[in-house]
């Protein structure tokens, strides 16, 4: 084998390779049963969109030092409760969603300081003890959202005290990202305001990477004993990106649910934070490094197959039960996949 192809392989990972084959190879059949490919990219595109900002999430805790970060949940939860906020506040449209955001990510602030400090007594065990922790707050949370003081009919149940469990956003800004500025081309809708969003939010996790603070940050992931002979404060920098990662999760969520058309209380944000695990695993990205590349690529390509993957397997076996079954065989095991990257090397 040529040297050059060699090194093009090794660099972009055989691993990569051979799910990129596996997704294209799940196109090629979408086409020849006769399914919509065009649908089925568009749905691709939108659920890249949507779920591209917790990915995202997963950068700046693995970049500081925590590593991946199962903890999204908590900053899930931040989210919740602004686009709530938002609802009880009777706004609808784009405001609503900016609103929402806006109040979000303070909370998620506040929520992610202590959160990276929880983190800093327990170095060492931090993916551990942040997935008992975001277990911990959905759970602590089915009781908060009994009792939080939330008026708005949408919000609450009619009978009782609680608020629901679905919350549909269809009359407050559903799809609000989605139709903006979306255009079609060749039966491919492309959710032209969402992928701008969640590109907008890489870049500017991109630029804060080549900041002080950000090589800062980065360089106590790399090394903590050199940065702080060096003069950083590893634990600040540590803060930093686990506030970083808990905002973007209450960023992440908001968008999401705008696309999705619900927000979904109590055990729903559970297993959310596995999913982007193992997107950003898939992407390229190792439990001590991450790139924005790794996030793009990696969000694509798992929804690209969870997408394509449902409609072939009910095409191919018609007995609904099965088709189900070989949609989470392939759902989980790409997520089982990725999760056994975890203790592998960087790249």
């Known amino acids: 084998m040529p040297k050059k192809l060699q090194e093009t392989i090794?660099?972009?990972?055989?691993?990569?390779?051979?799910?990129?084959?596996?997704?294209?190879?799940?196109?090629?059949l979408a086409v020849l049963l006769g399914l919509p490919i065009g649908s089925l990219i568009s749905d691709t595109l939108v659920r890249t969109g949507m779920n591209g900002v917790l990915v995202l999430a997963m950068v700046p805790g693995i970049l500081c030092g925590i590593g991946l970060n199962f903890g999204l949940p908590l900053g899930i939860v931040c989210g919740l409760i602004g686009g709530l906020i938002s609802i009880e506040m009777n706004l609808t449209g784009?405001?609503?969603?900016?609103?929402?955001?806006?109040?979000?990510?303070?909370?998620?602030?506040?929520?992610?300081?202590?959160?990276?400090?929880?983190?800093?007594?327990?170095?060492?065990?931090?993916?551990?003890?942040?997935?008992?922790?975001?277990?911990?707050?959905?759970?602590?949370?089915?009781?908060?959202?009994l009792v939080m003081p939330f008026n708005s009919p949408e919000i609450k149940w009619p009978i009782g005290k609680g608020l629901r469990t679905t919350i549909t956003l269809t009359s407050r800004y559903a799809k609000v990202l989605d139709n903006l500025f979306s255009f079609s081309i060749g039966g491919i809708v492309f959710p032209t305001g969402l992928l701008a969003f969640f590109l907008i939010c890489c870049f500017i996790m991109w630029r804060f990477l080549r900041s002080r603070a950000g090589i800062a940050m980065k360089a106590v992931g790399d090394n903590p004993v050199f940065a702080s002979a060096s003069g950083i404060n590893v634990n600040?920098?540590?803060?930093?990106?686990?506030?970083?990662?808990?905002?973007?999760?209450?960023?992440?969520?908001?968008?999401?649910?705008?696309?999705?058309?619900?927000?979904?209380?109590?055990?729903?944000?559970?297993?959310?934070?596995f999913a982007a695990v193992a997107a950003v695993l898939i992407g390229g990205a190792s439990a001590k490094n991450a790139k924005i590349s790794h996030v793009i690529l990696g969000t694509f390509l798992f929804q690209g197959l969870l997408t394509v993957a449902l409609p072939v397997a009910n095409k191919i076996v018609t007995e609904g039960n099965l088709a189900e079954v070989l949609r989470i065989i392939v759902s989980n095991g790409i997520i089982l996949y990725a999760l056994t990257k975890v203790g592998g090397g960087g790249e």
Do not use: D, H
Request: aromatic share 14%.
């Open 236 to 273: 600040k920098s540590r803060i930093i990106g686990t506030m970083l990662s808990t905002i973007l999760g209450a960023v992440g969520i908001i968008a999401y649910a705008q696309s999705f058309g619900f927000y979904q209380l109590y055990q729903a944000p559970m297993m959310m934070g």
């Open 10 to 28: 090794n660099r972009i990972g055989i691993p990569r390779l051979i799910i990129t084959a596996f997704f294209i190879f799940l196109c090629i």
């Open 94 to 145: 784009l405001k609503a969603f900016s609103v929402a955001v806006l109040i979000s990510v303070p909370i998620s602030a506040v929520v992610g300081y202590f959160y990276g400090m929880l983190l800093n007594k327990v170095k060492g065990s931090e993916m551990m003890v942040s997935t008992y922790v975001g277990f911990s707050a959905v759970s602590l949370m089915c009781i908060g959202w």
